[in-house]
């Protein structure tokens, strides 16, 4: 088992031959090895080299390669001392699961760079929602981040921009709705609560309309809570759906994916981006961090295909 796992290229098939010709060896080993022989800490185990060498350069089981470490690495905003901020990539999960082998997590092994432990995750971004996403360096800094989050009134401030289907029923606005889990079509939901539903937890938006065209609308969100789902719940219940959000109301015969399959756009993905997160600076208090991740690719070229034009960089936060 243990071979199987530090060399998982090599067949089954292989590694019980290599145990019968004697070739798979722990040196000072009253007996010849065989598969189920224990191990025990501290023990050289050594076979043929040419088998050793083949997967030198694959990563051990759990581990990303080389090719997705200096990927994660170039998505880097922000380094300093107690934190980092890194543009998260559309489809990467923050957290491992069921079935889920790619995450943030197998990353942070790779994220410490200077440092002399991994980074922690203080907060996350849905697998299909791509932007800024912050980790403490530190204990400190993670501590620091965390009670910014939780301060909704001066800590920290995010902003999202999101492609939306439809005409929003007003330029700007705040939506307060209590939100809670539950299982709609056999398929787990965020949906709205009353207020004072027990299993409910109160969320605040603010939301600004950047730009609307007849079939679609470039919208800035500012969530002042952080609730699972939330900015998709938002958009649902104005009516204007998330562009590729086919979980909370966006559908696949709608004006605006009709013209994006007419542009040669692919099927759309979600279109929600952290644009940006600031909080205030700890050494200096009349001062604010800012990280800024660019819009991706695939938005630009939905944005481009609708003749949305407004920069999300002009709106001040």
């Known amino acids: 088992r243990f071979v199987k796992t530090r060399w998982p290229s ?3 098939s292989l590694i019980q031959r290599l145990l019968r010709k004697k070739e798979i060896v722990v040196p000072g080993h009253p007996s010849a090895l065989q598969a189920s022989t224990r ?3 501290g023990d050289e185990l050594r076979l043929p080299a040419k088998y050793a ?3 030198e350069a694959q990563p051990r089981p759990g581990q990303p390669t080389q090719r997705k470490i200096e990927f994660i690495e170039s998505r880097v905003l922000y380094k300093g001392a107690d934190f980092l901020a890194i543009d998260k990539p559309q489809g990467l999960p923050c957290h491992g699961g069921s079935g889920v082998t790619d995450h943030v997590g197998r990353y942070l092994d790779a ?3 200077d440092s002399d432990e991994p980074p922690r995750l203080v907060h996350r971004l849905d ?3 791509s932007g800024v996403l912050l980790l403490g360096r530190t204990r400190k800094g993670t501590t620091m981040l965390q009670d910014l989050f939780k301060d909704h009134v001066s800590g920290v401030r995010k902003f999202y921009v999101a492609l939306v289907a439809g005409t929003v029923p007003a330029p700007e606005g705040t939506v307060r709705v209590a939100l809670a889990k539950a299982v709609v079509g056999g398929e787990e939901q965020v949906v709205p609560r009353p207020d004072d539903a027990p299993d409910a937890k ?3 938006t603010r939301f600004q309309v950047l730009q609307q065209t007849d079939e679609a609308a470039l919208v800035a969100l500012f969530p002042e809570t952080g609730r699972t789902h939330q900015l998709r719940v938002v958009c649902q219940l104005l009516r204007t759906p998330i562009v590729g959000d086919f979980k909370y109301g966006f559908k696949s015969d709608c004006p605006v994916a009709r013209s994006l399959s007419d542009a040669g756009v692919p099927s759309p993905t979600l279109h929600l981006h952290s644009f940006s997160i600031s909080f205030k600076d700890p050494k200096r208090a009349d001062q604010r961090i ?3 991740a660019p819009v991706p690719e695939h938005f630009e070229a939905s ?3 609708l003749g949305v034009t407004a920069c999300p960089a002009k709106v001040h936060r």
């Open 39 to 41: 191990l025990a800490a």
């Open 202 to 204: 109160m969320s605040v």
């Open 10 to 12: 090599l067949p089954q």
């Open 53 to 55: 060498i083949e997967d």
């Open 303 to 305: 944005l481009k295909a």
């Open 290 to 292: 800012k990280m800024v």
């Open 127 to 129: 697998r299909d929602t």
């Open 111 to 113: 994220l410490k760079f």
